[in-house]
């Protein structure tokens, strides 16, 4: 029902039908990610037709997948894994029951331990990477030689399924949780705390009227803490007596707790809520001192770096998040698993984190980047202007307070940043030069102001009667044309004189824009029209009405053969660049437009409304929408390749949509 409407919706009387369908699966897969249901969105992804893939398909792909490597697990998936201490080797608990290790360089399969009769739901290396020891559903604990790949111990005490196990510090004991069902007490959470060497029982610590799921020892060793389907975590002293309660808010969902973990500092304890959240509580007090909310479905796992900085969340909903432990602050979401994410283990150094899914894969993620979601990079002040240099190297911003801030087209980090123009003034008109060499900046200050990028000193400046709302630079390097009130002046860059006024416009110019091959201009106004004309003369050529009063941008299509005409109220149109005459309605965005921008192949218009809305210059009509910025997008640029979209907002923020995976982004930087 949902694809019929939606190929109701997006077929038009000359669309054919594989377009048609095409849209309409982008559209499902867009709705999904808005609702985080990850899971569907890639499903309506990978069901397009692979012929019909363009800029916003891959975009959503890279959105979807972005983990460093998958590694396939076979039949059944890994439900618990840890990383050895050395980090060479990932051990998995699989839902068989086998116990398997791999390499963490490449994933390949090193060996199977050996084998538990039922799922493996705990799986940790003991401190010295020598002993791994394992918890099952079968009901048995086994502490295995690495090495070797032999049984040391079976341990066999507990009588339910256990959920949990874990070596102490100094690998002398293991800490293995489950229940017990009493005929008068009914269940019971259990501890069963035991010589790791031979599985002599040393105590039993009992808590809740629940299974305890999930167990850690502190740092020190002297506390355990454990999760419990009694809506808590429990921390008990190794030597014995009542638990310290960490009581889940009652919500009004089923908070059950499915496993806990320790702050490196021993301050704090962490629990893994079905409620879809994890929580932090002091450890010595049972205090709740936060609650970590965003994950759509249960939280199954958790996982802290070596240095305490960052804890790492596995959820139900297909995603792992990464917060900020000094503030308990969200600072990543990780897409790529197709089905729930159920455990996850960072690297020894920090440097990577693992995870295993239902999905039948184990995945590798970076556990320092900051570009997890894309890259968003926040500025001083409302920002008009992103442009990618000639090379793509380089990023030149500007925005209110008249600065120009060129950064890096790799990472975004500022390079260097200079006063362009006066501070209120704002810098909203920008270009490179063809050889990336030289900027030419345009202001409410009657002055454009040409720039050595080198070392952002000023090399020229044009006066002119009054501010620049828009510039443009031939592709060729001669010409620089600025529209100034309701005329167009254009420059000679070289000599720094005006060379003529075009002066057909009735009305203030607000767009202008050189062809291809630098002899003709384009230019629209507030008069309703779009002229095109001489670059070298100023004689006009045509003149093309616009659907609404204003031209918010007109722009030559690459090959130089076509135009688009944008009014502010959001009507585009396709035009023959020989004559004017029209190509075909493309759209008309409801919430009208700001400034637009043609991908390098000439398949995709992309236009700075309330959305980023990408046309096909081909067929017409929306055929993706991407979000990225809390406010409208104002302007918005295409790198050389077509591989990136940049857009800036006066919300204050620059954003990179980026086609590459982010193992590609990673490897560009």
Same mark, same amino acid.
């Given at each position: ?12 009387? @000359? ?67 840890? $990383?050895?201490? !050395? ?18 360089? !490449? ?36 502490? %295995? ?42 269940? /019971? ?75 490196? !500092? ?32 249960? $939280? ?22 990464? %917060?900020?432990?000094? !503030? ?43 570009? /997890? ?17 000639? @090379? ?12 120009? #801030? ?37 202001? %409410? ?17 044009? $006066?002119?009667? #009054? ?49 291809? @091959? ?8 507030? @008069? ?36 688009? $005409? ?67 997008? /104002? ?35």
């Amino acid at each position: 029902m949902m694809l019929a409407s939606l190929l109701l919706a997006f077929q038009g009387p @000359d669309l054919p039908m594989p377009v048609a369908l095409y849209r309409a699966q982008v559209a499902a897969a867009e709705s999904a990610m808005r609702l985080d249901e990850l899971a569907v969105a890639r499903s309506w992804l990978d069901a397009t037709e692979a012929s019909q893939r363009g800029f916003e398909w891959r975009v959503h792909d890279a959105a979807l997948e972005e983990s460093l490597a998958s590694y396939a697990t076979g039949a059944t998936h890994a439900y618990t894994l840890d $990383v050895s201490p !050395d980090g060479g080797m990932l051990a998995l608990g699989m839902t068989d029951g086998a116990v398997a290790l791999r390499r963490t360089a !490449d994933g390949v399969a090193e060996a199977e331990i050996g084998r538990h009769t039922g799922v493996v739901s705990y799986a940790r290396f003991s401190a010295d990477g020598k002993r791994l020891v394992t918890a099952s559903h079968d009901r048995t604990v086994k502490v %295995w030689d690495v090495a070797a790949r032999k049984l040391l111990v079976d341990f066999t005490a507990h009588h339910n399924p256990v959920a949990g196990a874990a070596f102490s510090p100094d690998g002398a004991l293991v800490a293995s949780c489950s229940y017990e069902r009493d005929p008068k007490r009914g269940v /019971y959470g259990i501890v069963h705390l035991w010589n790791a060497a031979d599985g002599t029982l040393v105590r039993t610590l009992e808590g809740g009227r629940k299974p305890v799921v999930g167990i850690e020892f502190s740092p020190d060793g002297k506390r355990l803490a454990a999760g419990s389907w009694d809506f808590c975590v429990f921390v008990w002293n190794v030597e014995g007596g009542a638990p310290i309660q960490c009581a889940m808010p009652d919500e009004g969902i089923y908070n059950g707790v499915d496993d806990a973990a320790w702050t490196a !500092d021993g301050r704090f304890v962490i629990g893994a809520s079905k409620d879809r959240t994890a929580r932090v509580w002091n450890a010595a007090t049972g205090e709740l001192v936060a609650s970590l909310r965003g994950h759509t479905d249960s $939280v199954h796992g958790l996982a802290l770096s070596a240095d305490g900085a960052l804890l790492s969340t596995a959820s139900g909903d297909g995603v792992m998040k990464l %917060w900020n432990t000094s !503030d308990w602050s969200l600072r990543a979401t990780l897409r790529g698993h197709h089905g729930n994410v159920v455990a996850c283990a960072f690297a020894p150094d920090g440097q990577r984190l693992y995870s295993s899914s239902k999905d039948r894969t184990v995945r590798v993620w970076d556990a320092t980047t900051t570009a /997890y979601g894309g890259d968003r990079h926040t500025a001083v002040t409302a920002t008009y202007m992103a442009q990618y240099s000639p @090379d793509d190297s380089l990023v030149a911003t500007a925005g209110w307070n008249g600065r120009i #801030e060129l950064r890096s087209g790799h990472s975004m980090a500022i390079l260097r940043s200079w006063q362009a123009h006066p501070d209120g003034k704002s810098c909203h008109a920008l270009a490179w030069t063809p050889d990336g060499k030289r900027l030419v900046s345009g202001s %409410w200050e009657p002055v454009l102001r040409v720039w050595n990028v080198e070392d952002g000193k000023e090399l020229a400046s044009f $006066v002119q009667d #009054e501010g620049t709302n828009q510039l443009a630079i031939s592709p060729d390097g001669a010409y620089v044309a600025s529209c100034a009130g309701k005329k167009v002046l254009v420059w000679d860059l070289a000599k720094g004189t005006k060379v003529h006024e075009f002066t057909g416009h009735g009305s203030t110019v607000l767009a202008v824009n050189f062809s291809p @091959d630098s002899s003709l201009c384009l230019s629209g106004a507030r @008069d309703g029209k779009a002229m095109v004309w001489q670059a070298a003369t100023g004689a006009p050529k045509f003149a093309v009405p616009c659907a609404d009063s204003d031209v918010a941008e007109a722009m030559f299509t690459p090959d130089g053969k076509q135009f688009v $005409v944008a009014g502010r109220s959001g009507s585009l149109t396709l035009h023959d660049a020989s004559n004017g005459s029209l190509v075909r309605n493309l759209a008309r965005l409801r919430h009208g437009l700001d400034h637009i921008d043609i991908s390098p192949d000439g398949t995709r218009l992309a236009c700075a409304s309330h959305v980023i809305a990408l046309i096909d210059l081909q067929h017409g009509s929306v055929v993706g929408e991407l979000r990225p910025h809390r406010e409208h997008p /104002y302007n918005l640029d295409f790198d050389s390749r077509g591989l990136r979209l940049l857009s800036c907002s006066t919300d204050k923020t620059i954003v990179v949509s980026d086609t590459r995976l982010l193992r590609d982004r990673l490897l560009a930087r």
